[in-house]
Every structure is written in C-alpha cells, then in structure tokens.
C-alpha cells in the first residue's frame, strides 16, 4: 500500500523569504500522480501544484514549485516570496492511476506552515 | 462556475443518532469522493461514487454509507453515531474520479456529543 510522510509538523517563515516543505512517499507503482494541497483556517482544501510522474520536469506555479526526485520518492514544495496569505496546513498527496484506487488521495499528515510579518 | 458545495457546514448531533451529509459537485464533474479528516488520523478516505454506483470505499464500518444521485450530488449517511465519528467530513469532485484534480468542498463539521 501507498504512503505519504510530512515529517515537519510545523514550519515559519519570513514574509518575503523562501520556504521548502518536504513530503516523501513510498509506491511501487512507476506511474501515479502527486498534489500539494493548501488548507487555511477556513478548512477549504484548495490545490496548490500537480505533478505527474512520467514527467520530468518539476511543475510550477507562479510562487510555488515543486523538487520531484522520483528515485528518491521525494516531492518537496517551495514556496517563494512567503505572503502572509501563505499561512495554512500544506498536505501533500498521492493518487494511484490503478483502477481499483479510482477516487481516493492518500495524504501526509500536514505541515503547518506560519508566515511572520 | 460554481464550486463544490456541501451543507449543512456544522451539525451537532448525539451518540446514537444518524446524520446525512450532502455535497453538490462542481457541474459537469460526475466523480465523488468522501473524506474524513480528525486531528488523529488525518485525512481518510470514505468512499468514492460514479455514475450512481460506488466504485472505491476505504477502511470504514458499514455505519458510514452514501449514495449518488443522477445528477451526481451525492449524501452520505452516518448512522449510531459514536463519538469517535466527530470530525471534518471534506466532499472532492472531479471529472472521471481517475487520473484528474479533485476539488474540494468547505466541508462539514460534525460534533457528536
């Protein structure tokens, strides 16, 4: 079975400054996706970056970017040009292309990421 | 376009009784996924409905069921509410439920006392 693990359970950052959050994960799937997902204190889970794993090249999106080492099975997020908007729990997840997984994200336990003014 | 709804936002039910969740997906999606999230175990998927049938479920008690209807809003149903079952109850939709983004709803929070 598939594992995601966020062994920082709290990180901070200045505002203006740069943060990486680190997930790894175990598979022995070759094809599957990843996500980071932001969810502030009103609890909405909203999608910050996909990444798929046939591609090579790491995702981006605006201030947010991605560090996939898939020999590693590791898929870091930074956060660059910290806001203060930027302070929530960051899940990452996994998502299995098999068919009897349609539907499900196995997600790490979160980081809560606080942004100093 | 609209995104995922879910009503109610907040229920404070009692041990015992049974509650109904409802979450409306984002039009034209026809996947729905359940999750629960508990400050103990994180994010857990429930179950996932397509096309009105139920095509994934996750490690959860027949107590927790739900259906999908034609237009692919889907409920789910909680009954003998235990304490335990206290917690943020997150819908997801997605086109096909496979390969693409899910978004999220705001969720419900349930209070079992």
């Known amino acids: 079975a598939q594992t995601v693990t966020q062994s920082q359970p709290e990180m901070s950052v200045q505002e203006a400054e740069t943060v990486t959050l680190s997930c790894t994960y175990d598979?022995?799937?070759?094809?599957?996706?990843l996500f980071w997902y932001k969810q502030p204190p009103s609890r909405q889970m909203i999608l910050v970056i996909r990444?798929?794993?046939?591609?090579?090249q790491n995702a981006t999106e605006n201030r947010f970017s991605v560090n996939f080492q898939k020999a590693a099975k590791s898929f870091s997020l930074k956060i660059s040009d910290s806001q203060l908007g930027d302070a929530a729990m960051y899940f990452c997840?996994?998502?299995?292309?098999?068919?009897?997984?349609?539907?499900?994200?196995?997600f790490g336990q979160g980081t809560t990421l606080q942004v100093k003014p | 376009k609209a995104g995922v709804t879910q009503t109610p936002r907040y229920l404070i039910k009692t041990r015992g009784q049974q509650v109904t969740l409802s979450c409306s997906p984002i039009?034209?999606?026809?996947?729905v996924s359940w999750y629960q999230q508990t400050p103990g175990q994180g994010l857990q998927f429930l179950f996932e409905?397509?096309?009105?049938?139920?095509?994934n479920k996750g490690n959860f008690p027949g107590r927790f069921s739900g259906r999908q209807f034609s237009n692919s809003r889907s409920e789910m149903n909680v009954s003998t509410l235990e304490l335990g079952d206290s917690a943020l109850y997150l819908c997801?939709?997605?086109?096909?439920?496979?390969?693409?983004?899910?978004?999220f709803g705001p969720g419900t929070r349930l209070l079992v006392l």
């Open positions: 997801a939709s997605s086109l096909e439920g496979r390969l693409e983004t899910q978004y």
């Open positions: 598979t022995s799937e070759s094809d599957y996706y």
């Open positions: 990444q798929e794993a046939y591609k090579q």
């Open positions: 997840a996994y998502r299995s292309p098999l068919s009897g997984n349609t539907g499900k994200l196995i």
């Open positions: 039009s034209g999606h026809r996947s």
């Open positions: 409905y397509f096309s009105e049938t139920q095509r």
